[in-house]
């Protein structure tokens, strides 16, 4: 195993081991690997882990580490990983596709996805001997950051656009222990703040333009694929605002591919909300043009309208010949509904996925008889605000709480009003 750090803009290379986040020349830097093992040894290994013959069957993450660092260090691990798939006919049957497994992401253990990419960027911070971490986020980011550190033993400070951050993502943050900003400015802002402040302090960064976030995202679809017996599905599905997953997956198909883990690349699906949607927006134009919005959505996981991780978005849906859409906030509350309603349950964010399939079938994009893989990327409980006040609204799939008198005659009325 080695590995460098490359620069994505001018190819400037570093020590896989420094604590740089990103080039002098402000571009961001990739993990470049050299691979000792490939295909078959390298699919028997990982299977092993699995099954438990070879250790390492706790995280989900690290089960892959021949994939994601060059060295042996010790690792900051809850554990992690390990979520499962679920295929549901109501599911499949509002998405308009049969074979429709959801991955769920939000069953790590601080509720979503971010614990892949923060086990092993947490790790490398401590092995620089960091003083301090800091991110920016709608809320995972920062709640995931914060419990790694807690665990670390390293100090967290976490930016967030004041007001916008669901209350059990904030509440995460507080509670293990993040000094947590309250930003006035929306989470583009607290994103150029903390690329400076982190610059300036000496403090590291771990927002997903952090390289070793991107290798733990990977894992992602690599659990997926491994879960599939590594017979890829026809299409994955993914919500996009930063665009590290987008990123990540198309990292890990382009790098399973190289190894000879799969065959076939299946294609990306990267739905925006349309309130917070700039990649769909020069998706439409062939890529030729970047564009920035003022973002606003119900998801507030997603309400992004500058992505970090733009370049490596565009060479993610080229690479796999994805595909980038976006859905509405009602289409995102629907398909939330739908997914909860079938004892799922997920974040606002995460119900894009679907929501993003049902319309790229409609589209003729999505064919019903491929197979599609979506990612639900957060909890149900992360947000319950938003499930209150959609069952509280008068939708036509809302289930509003009934207040009643303590006696039965009250119970029965209420049964018989129904
Ligand atoms: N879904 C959820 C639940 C998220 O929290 C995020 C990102 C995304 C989807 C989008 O992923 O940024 O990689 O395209 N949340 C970040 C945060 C921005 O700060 O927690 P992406």
């Known amino acids: 195993m080695s590995a460098v750090l490359a620069c994505d803009a001018c190819g400037h290379r570093f020590a896989a081991r420094s604590p740089r986040v990103q080039c002098s020349c402000g571009g961001l830097l990739a993990v470049?690997?050299?691979?000792?093992?490939?295909?078959?040894?390298?699919?028997s290994l990982f299977d092993r882990r699995l099954r438990g013959d070879a250790g390492g069957r706790d995280s989900g993450v690290w089960r892959f580490r021949e994939m994601l660092v060059p060295d042996r260090v010790r690792l900051v691990s809850h554990p992690e990983g390990n979520t499962r798939l679920y295929r549901r006919d109501a599911v499949s049957a509002?998405?308009?596709?049969?074979?429709l497994a959801l991955k769920h992401e939000g069953e790590n253990p601080t509720g979503s996805f971010k614990d892949?990419?923060?086990?092993?960027?947490?790790?490398?911070?401590?092995?620089w001997s960091a003083s301090a971490v800091a991110c920016a986020s709608t809320g995972n980011t920062s709640a995931s950051m914060a419990a790694y550190a807690a665990q670390a033993g390293i100090p967290a400070l976490v930016f967030?656009?004041?007001?916008?951050?669901?209350?059990?993502?904030?509440?995460?943050?507080?509670?293990?222990?993040?000094?947590?900003?309250?930003?006035?400015?929306?989470?583009?802002?607290?994103?150029?703040?903390?690329?400076?402040?982190?610059?300036?302090?000496?403090?590291?960064?771990?927002?997903?333009?952090?390289p070793w976030r991107i290798e733990g995202q990977k894992t992602i679809v690599l659990e997926m694929?491994?879960?599939r017996g590594w017979e890829p599905p026809d299409w994955i599905a993914v919500p996009a605002g930063n665009l590290g997953n987008t990123a990540a997956f198309g990292k890990a198909l382009a790098e399973a591919r190289e190894l000879g883990l799969i065959r076939k690349v299946p294609r990306i699906a990267s739905i925006?909300?349309?309130?917070?949607?700039?990649?769909?927006?020069?998706?439409?134009?062939?890529?030729?043009?970047?564009?920035?919005?003022?973002?606003?959505?119900?998801?507030?996981?997603?309400?992004?309208?500058?992505?970090?991780?733009?370049?490596?978005?565009v060479a993610a849906i080229r690479g796999t010949r994805g595909v980038v859409a976006s859905v509405t906030d009602r289409e995102i509350l629907e398909a939330k509904a739908v997914i909860d309603?079938?004892?799922?349950?997920?974040?606002?964010a995460s119900a894009a996925s679907v929501a993003g399939v049902r319309q790229l079938v409609r589209r003729g994009t999505i064919r019903p008889r491929q197979s599609v893989v979506a990612i639900l990327t957060g909890h149900v409980l992360k947000d319950a605000q938003t499930v209150m006040d959609f069952h509280r609204g008068g939708h036509r799939r809302s289930n509003p709480p009934v207040e009643i008198d303590a006696r039965v005659s009250a119970v029965e009325r209420f049964l018989k009003g129904r």
Request: with cysteine; proline share 3%.
């Open 160 to 210: 967030v656009p004041a007001g916008k951050v669901a209350a059990g993502k904030l509440a995460q943050a507080l509670a293990y222990g993040a000094r947590t900003l309250m930003v006035r400015g929306d989470f583009d802002a607290c994103l150029r703040l903390v690329r400076e402040a982190s610059e300036a302090l000496g403090i590291a960064l771990l927002n997903s333009i952090n």
């Open 272 to 313: 925006q909300a349309a309130g917070a949607n700039p990649f769909h927006r020069s998706f439409r134009v062939g890529f030729r043009r970047r564009f920035t919005v003022k973002a606003e959505t119900v998801a507030t996981a997603i309400r992004i309208g500058d992505p970090a991780s733009y370049d490596r978005g």
């Open 94 to 99: 509002f998405a308009g596709v049969a074979d």
């Open 32 to 43: 470049r690997h050299g691979w000792a093992r490939t295909g078959a040894g390298l699919r």
């Open 116 to 127: 892949r990419g923060m086990t092993v960027a947490v790790t490398r911070a401590a092995a």
């Open 225 to 227: 694929l491994q879960q």
């Open 341 to 348: 309603a079938a004892g799922i349950g997920c974040e606002p």
